[in-house]
């Protein structure tokens, strides 16, 4: 078992920057393909961005350039850095550990890009 937790979120203004993490139970990161999610009212849960084992990334095409996602060395915390934020971007960010067959969520954390 994995239990994630994410942390970082909260009001900022367009333009502004964020940064998320995500602390995992133990040292998965370097083993499981880390994810961020978000999901805005109403709307479906999708994929901002993808970290493998092997430090691959692959980013959602509205998020490229302005979105990092990145993990620490002892493989126990990913981040998500959001640089120009957009209302657009909005949403309830998850994060998710995947690896064959074992999938974690953590509980979520509230992004609100507003003026």
């Known amino acids: 078992q994995v239990q994630l937790v994410e942390s970082g979120g909260g009001l900022v203004q367009p333009g502004g920057s964020l940064r998320l993490s995500c602390a995992a139970s133990r040292s998965i990161s370097n083993i499981y393909t880390m994810g961020w999610y978000r999901q805005a009212p109403g709307k479906q849960r999708e994929l901002v961005a993808l970290?493998?084992?092997?430090?691959?990334?692959n980013y959602k095409d509205s998020v490229k350039g302005r979105f990092t996602i990145s993990r620490d060395n002892a493989g126990k915390t990913v981040y998500l850095q959001m640089n120009s934020l957009k209302p657009e971007d909005t949403a309830v960010y998850y994060c998710?550990?995947?690896?064959?067959?074992?999938?974690?969520w953590g509980q979520g954390t509230q992004v609100t890009v507003s003026s």
């Open positions: 970290l493998t084992s092997r430090g691959t990334t």
């Open positions: 998710n550990a995947n690896y064959v067959i074992e999938t974690y």
